[in-house]
Structures are given as structure tokens and as C-alpha cells.
């Protein structure tokens, strides 16, 4: 892919823009969370409903950031393969066959 780093600074390329409909596990507790936060929220009253509503955005949030951060960690890994890969020339062990 041609200026991947371009399309990927403009947006075009969103790595998050993916599917459950092939994971049937997914979709089966993704189901269970929509419908038990819609049964939370209809059961409860004022404050705890409040309460339940910010352990909710607070979970969100947490969430999210664990997800960037892993993000991350995988982009630098993948960094650190394709450096070692192609431009690192270390070795565990002496090369005996090269000149002095």
C-alpha cells in the first residue's frame, strides 16, 4: 500500500474498523451487556441509577485507554521486529568466518 503512513495520518485507515459478525461469542455477550445495562437502568432510582451511570462512563473510559494502550505496545513491538529484522546486524554468537 503506497504512502501508508499518509492515508493512515489522514484517517483513512482506521485499525478499529472491524466486525464481530464472524465472533459469535462476542456478539452473544455483547448482547448480554446492552440488554443488562437497559435492565439496570430501568430498575434503579435517581442516585443509584446516577451511580451506576458513572461506573459505567468511568469503565468506559478505563477501558478505552487500556485499548490505546495496547495499541500502542503492539505498534512498538511490531516496530522492534521490523528493526531487528531488516536493519539490525547483532548476533548471539561471533561470526568466525568474517576477516579481521
Same mark, same amino acid.
Not at 495520518?9 to 466486525?19: E, K, L, V
Not at 439496570?40 to 435517581?46: E, I, V
Not at 487500556?66 to 548471539?92: H, K, Q, V, W
Given at each position: 500500500?503506497? !504512502?501508508? #503512513?499518509?492515508?493512515?495520518?489522514? =484517517? ?5 474498523? !472491524?466486525?464481530?459478525? &464472524?465472533?459469535?461469542?462476542? &456478539?452473544?455477550?455483547m448482547a448480554v ?5 437497559? &435492565?439496570?437502568?430501568?430498575?434503579l432510582q435517581d442516585? &443509584? ?11 468506559? #473510559? ?8 495496547? @495499541? #500502542?505496545? =503492539?505498534? !512498538? ?9 531488516? #536493519?539490525?546486524?547483532?548476533?548471539? @554468537? ?7
Amino acid at each position: 500500500m503506497a !504512502r501508508f #503512513i499518509e492515508e493512515f495520518y489522514y =484517517g483513512n485507515i482506521d485499525p478499529q474498523a !472491524r466486525s464481530t459478525k &464472524q465472533n459469535k461469542t462476542v &456478539q452473544k455477550e455483547m448482547a448480554v451487556l446492552t440488554k443488562t445495562e437497559e &435492565q439496570l437502568t430501568n430498575a434503579l432510582q435517581d442516585e &443509584q441509577k446516577k451511580w451506576f451511570l458513572d461506573f459505567s462512563n468511568a469503565w468506559s #473510559i478505563v477501558n478505552g485507554e487500556s485499548n490505546l494502550d495496547s @495499541f #500502542i505496545m =503492539g505498534f !512498538r513491538l511490531g516496530a522492534n521486529f521490523t528493526y531487528d529484522a531488516f #536493519i539490525s546486524t547483532e548476533t548471539p @554468537f561471533e561470526d568466525l568466518l568474517k576477516e579481521s
